[in-house]
């Protein structure tokens, strides 16, 4: 079963972010102060203000990053063994769910009003799953709304572990199999290239003076480290909603139906067009519109007010399901709004 592949950035690119990190974390200096630059990778600059080493950091190669990179795009690699390793999934691949690249105009809000002509402009698809672009320098994941619905032992393992959420999703969100230790360290090596730098963060020139003036005083260290982190989100927060409880009045907000055909065209068909990873296949052809207008007033999980908050699940027989949106990553009126385009092009 091949998948399609398709790297997003160059391998070699990919390489010299990762001697950053195989270099123990060096730091350029200048009569003893740091030189911080755009290009700084801002774990670096934390661990250098006393940090405590995250658990998920690691020491890298450039071959466990091209591993990494290909089991996250393609679901499989070649391993250290020198075998072609079995799919992580029969039916999904991380990248089915999850961009690699920045997704947010404003890295500290997760805002899926700004995000969606933000994804539009860059070319990549409006997704369920929170980009992997600065997942390592999170502090938390499967958060909020998350915990209660996975609860328990596997919740209380992934939600403060990079390790545990990456396996968490291999087994639950991609209904696929657990994965190997090296499996894990791989994409852990490949994300390690995706982490913020300092000039994601959109420092001013006086930020940057703020950085190199640093003392000594480990309170100041303290300072400067909490106050880095604000330019930026520690997790990604997850509120799940519910289905209005008249589906012909929705939730009561006036649609936009050019939205709409942005939600469509980026974030429906990502995975419903033909040769994606749904085997419920959209075009944009009258035949497409008129069936989801039908669905929209009933009790059905083909309803838009239903799968969008509720999505579908696993079930024996049928493992491959859609997950579904949270409110960080799709509003009510964006729900509105690609109900408005619906019924716009199914007349």
Not at 48 to 68: C, F, I, N, Q
């Amino acid at each position: 079963m091949e998948k399609h592949f398709d790297f997003h950035h160059s391998f070699w690119g990919v390489v010299v972010v990762l001697l950053l990190l195989v270099s123990g974390l060096s730091v350029a200096l200048s009569d003893g102060k740091p030189e911080w630059t755009a290009a700084t990778p801002v774990y670096q600059v934390l661990r250098y203000l006393g940090e405590p080493k995250a658990d998920h950091e690691l020491r890298s190669t450039e071959r466990l990053v091209k591993m990494g990179e290909e089991i996250v795009h393609r679901g499989y690699t070649v391993g250290p063994d020198g075998k072609r390793s079995r799919y992580v999934s029969k039916y999904y691949v991380c990248t089915s769910c999850h961009n690699v690249q920045r997704e947010d105009p404003d890295l500290r809000v997760s805002d899926p009003e700004a995000r969606l002509p933000y994804v539009k402009a860059k070319g990549i698809p409006f997704l369920q799953g929170t980009t992997f672009r600065g997942i390592v320098n999170r502090e938390s994941w499967y958060n909020d709304d998350y915990v209660k619905k996975y609860g328990g032992e596997a919740i209380g393992k992934a939600h403060k572990s990079l390790r545990e959420s990456i396996q968490l999703c291999a087994v639950q969100c991609s209904q696929g199999r657990p994965m190997e230790r090296w499996e894990i360290d791989a994409v852990l090596a490949y994300f390690w290239t995706l982490q913020w730098t300092l000039g994601d963060l959109g420092l001013s020139e006086e930020d940057y003076q703020k950085l190199r003036k640093e003392s000594s005083v480990q309170r100041d260290k303290e300072y400067l480290r909490s106050w880095l982190k604000t330019f930026y989100l520690q997790k990604s927060p997850a509120h799940f909603f519910d289905a209005p409880p008249d589906k012909r009045k929705g939730y009561g907000l006036k649609g936009r139906a050019a939205v709409g055909k942005d939600l469509y065209e980026l974030s429906c068909l990502h995975c419903h067009k033909a040769g994606g990873v749904s085997h419920y296949i959209l075009d944009e052809g009258k035949l497409s519109f008129k069936h989801l207008k039908s669905k929209i007033e009933k009790d059905s999980h083909m309803s838009l007010y239903q799968i969008i908050p509720y999505g579908t699940y696993a079930i024996p027989g049928h493992r491959p399901y859609m997950p579904h949106y949270p409110l960080e990553r799709m509003s009510k009126q964006q729900v509105e709004d690609l109900r408005a385009f619906v019924e716009r092009m199914s007349k």
